[in-house]
């Protein structure tokens, strides 16, 4: 059997009719790239159009990057700038980028992808099944979320024709969409974490949201493999929507893959007793969070359906060393940071309270608004003002919806709040607070950017440290 290849001629084979021009070499691809600031030798830069910029502007630069091709809609007024490299015109590059991700995929059918979709965790998972998996596979798994109708097919070109498991997140805004992506990648398993608020907005309801993500197990074949969380009963119930085999993951008696015993180890990780198989064992995770059991869950289930043996699995846990969204750092001033300032939602932020609750020392946050929670904003404020009143010893906000969050904070006895209006006078407030020993947590929504706090903050407290080394240096 002739392996594949990932070539001009394949690309002017999948792309009959929608090839509107082909010139120079021939060339043979790695991998497809949208960007050029990432584009490097043996690449394929796809020009999409965008709404503020058209991708095709900056294809001069990825030829100077050595790319190998570039597929575009149109040629630029001066096409020297593509000299040396294979160029495709076609009169839709998204639909040409899809096209051929479909048919890479379609190219490679020893290779079986394990899907997984959840409002939180996704790529968190990806990581984790695909280092369990690895234990006993050529596994691939990009390390970026590439999760929808332009990074699936990045993802499969990606693939390589000798790649036994690839780990894909299948993720959503409303239906259909992750229907489609099933119809490019063919999962063969599929992994659900949750279903929860996000995107709440563009979705329209829960009901829809749950719809939508249980569209990945109702793709899976009558051989394949439904990992459910159990502990989510939306999740839990689309049992009942798939032909593949169920197997539930969870804390739940009725779990397939179980943890009990959750015993949280701070910044070292955490440890719980894994039940499956009938037998048990205990596994000392080196990630910290113990709110990461779930996604530990799903990824020993990815190792068990594909019969791998119980000590292997737990083999690989222990050895897990994936980058977490929530960092555990300790910065100047003797203070110990929880930077979770990526992104937002209420079960994460709940999530990340939990593990500020395992640090020693006062326990601070400043914590944003959620965005995209629809009809539920203020309840999920609400709620997580009220849980951080339980945890922290001083507690900042900072935009208009997570005033409800001190709000309620306030309310359950939380003495110690304070709403702020802006990032510059959040960072002050925070670095007049913080003293050697202390925990600060920072999290609010990706449109709030409150990494530039936290920038702030830790040169405010390296200046103030240096500061004192220098008076405490200071002759008499």
Known sequence: MTTPRFDTDFAQRVLTGRLLERRGPDAH?????????????????????????????????????????????????????????????????????????????????ATEVVGITGNVGKTTTKLMAASVLARQFRVQASELNYNNEIGVPLCLLELRPETERAVIEHGMYTTGEIALLCTWTHPRTGIVLNVGPVHL???????????????????????????????????AAMA???????????????????????????????????????????????????????????????????????????????ALDVP????????????????????????????????????????????????????????????????????VDALFTVGDLASRISDAAHGCGLGAVEHIQSKDAAAAALVATLRPGDALLVKGSRALALETVVAEVESQLEERTRGVDAAGGAGS
């Open 29 to 109: 691809f790695m991998r497809a790239v949208i960007d050029s600031r990432r584009a490097g030798p043996g690449d394929l830069f796809v020009g999409l159009p965008g709404d503020h910029a058209d991708g095709a502007d900056f294809a001069a630069d990825a030829v100077r990057r050595g790319v190998a091709g570039v597929l575009l809609g149109a040629l630029p007024g001066d096409p020297s700038g593509l000299e040396g490299a294979a160029v495709l015109v076609v009169d839709n590059p998204l639909g040409a980028l899809q096209q051929l991700g479909a048919a890479w995929r379609d190219a490679l059918p």
């Open 201 to 235: 907005e563009r979705a329209g309801s829960m009901d829809a949201i749950a719809r939508a993500k249980r569209e990945l197990v109702e793709a899976l074949p009558a051989d394949g493999h439904a990992l459910l969380n159990i502990d989510d009963p939306v999740v």
């Open 240 to 318: 009942g929507h798939t032909a593949a085999r169920v197997t539930r993951f969870g804390t739940s008696e009725e779990a397939d893959v179980r943890g009990t015993d959750l015993e949280g180890l701070g910044a070292a990780g955490f440890a719980f007793t894994l039940h499956a198989r009938g037998e048990q064992r205990r596994v000392r995770v080196p990630l910290p969070g113990a709110h990461l059991l779930s996604n530990v869950l799903a990824a020993a289930a990815a190792g068990l359906v594909e019969d791998m043996s119980l000590d292997a699995v737990c083999q690989a846990l222990e």
């Open 324 to 391: 977490l969204r929530l960092t555990v750092r300790g910065i100047a001033g003797g203070v110990t940071l929880l930077d979770d300032t990526y992104n937002a939602s209420p079960a994460a932020t709940l999530a990340a309270l939990d593990l500020l609750s395992e640090m020693p020392g006062r326990k601070l946050a400043l914590l944003g608004d959620m965005l995209e929670l629809g009809d539920l904003a203020e309840s999920s404020h609400d709620e997580v003002g009220r849980r951080a009143a339980g945890v």
